[in-house]
Every structure is written in structure tokens, then in C-alpha cells.
């Protein structure tokens, strides 16, 4: 099973005993150190397929990597966590494998179809390479317009797919931008802040504390 943190899940045990392995990470995880998405992966875009069933060999071997990540999670490698993305990384495309590749990307239903071009949009903006590339749309009516939807159905359709607002996954975008930026180049605030839209460098300040409670620069230093 692959869980999107922005799709609501259920999920209830069969039995009173249940064995198994499983692995929580939080996307900056990934994006924070790679300036990659795993929100790219299929299995953790909206409508994605979030489960697969294996066979005794493709258990064996799942278990095995998790295995190696149990190992490597107690070891005092430096460059552990290195690891353990790659072997998360092994993982996603282990089970992609085992999906024909003329269903990777189907969708449910037109709300599905909707937020997922909309993830889509919103991804492409990223990620901000030089000071001079800016990210453009940056509100729900700026998406509405470019899609030719009205700004009340993509924000209903977005929210139903994923329980978030639509101004929710932009700002958590932007900041998970932000963090990369300062922590991977020697830009300054004002540069990173224009990069991202804003128009003055105190409202990035404003922004960015307001989504994780430090300023840019203390957040630089850390």
C-alpha cells in the first residue's frame, strides 16, 4: 500500500494479528535534499493505484529491501539516509513494475482528472533553477483561469479528491520550494522571495514563518 498524504484513507485490520512492515516519510524527505517530487511517482499521484498484491517471490523481496532499511536505520552510516531513499525510491518502482504501464495514469472520475492537472501545473513551475525564473501562478484563480474552470469547481473538485484547499497545496509547494532554495543556493531573501512571486521580501518572511514557524534566514542557519 502507497498512501498520498493529500487523499483521506481508511484502513481496518482483518484479523486480531497482523505482521508486516511499513514506512512514513514526509515528502521533504525526498524534495528537501534531491529537488525531486515524489509526488511524480503514480502510485502517489491523485488516482493513482495505492495498492498491489504479491506473490510469494514479490513478498520475499519487498521484504527483503524493508529488511535493509531496518539495518541501515540502526546503523551509524553517515550517508544513511542517502540509502534509505534509495531504497524507498526501489520500492515505488518495484510495484510499478508490476502495473501495466496503459494504466499509470487513468482517473476515476473528473474531479480526479481535474487535480490531478492541476498537481500537474503546479509541479511544472518547479523547480526554480535561477534567480531570474519566477513562479507565475500562485492563486486559485490564476489555476481556474488557466484550466477554463470556474474558480468555485476547481476549488470543490480539489477539496474532494484530497480534503485540502486549493490555496493549501500551493503554499505547502511554495514553502517546500523555499526550503530547497535556501538550503541548496546562496541566493538571498529578497532573490528567493521574488522568485517565488512575492513582491516584497517581508512577505516571503511573513509567509514562510507563518508555514514553519522560523524565519527564512533562521532556517538557513539551522
Known sequence: MFFNPTVPYTWEA????????????????????????????????????????LNDAQDSHVSQIFEKMLDEIASD????????????????????KMQPSETLYQHPNANSRITAVFTDLLERQFPIEAPSQRF?????NDFAQHLSVHVNHLNRAIRETTGKTTTTH?????????????????????????????EEPSHFNNFFKKQTTQTPSAFRIV
Open 14 to 53: 482483518a484479523c486480531d494479528t497482523v505482521t508486516g512492515y511499513f514506512c512514513i516519510f514526509k515528502e521533504g524527505f525526498f524534495s528537501e535534499k534531491l529537488r525531486g517530487n515524489v509526488a511524480d511517482l503514480p502510485m502517489f499521484a491523485v488516482g493513482g493505484k495505492p495498492s498491489y498484491i
Open 77 to 96: 552510516y553517515p550517508f544513511k539516509y542517502d540509502l534509505l531513499r534509495n531504497y524507498v525510491t526501489e520500492l515505488a518502482h518495484y510495484a510499478l
Open 136 to 140: 507565475v501562478l500562485r492563486s486559485a
Open 170 to 198: 500551493i503554499a505547502e509547494r511554495i514553502t517546500t520550494e523555499a526550503k530547497a532554495l535556501l538550503r541548496h543556493t546562496n541566493w538571498n531573501i529578497s532573490e528567493i522571495s521574488y522568485c517565488l512571486g512575492f
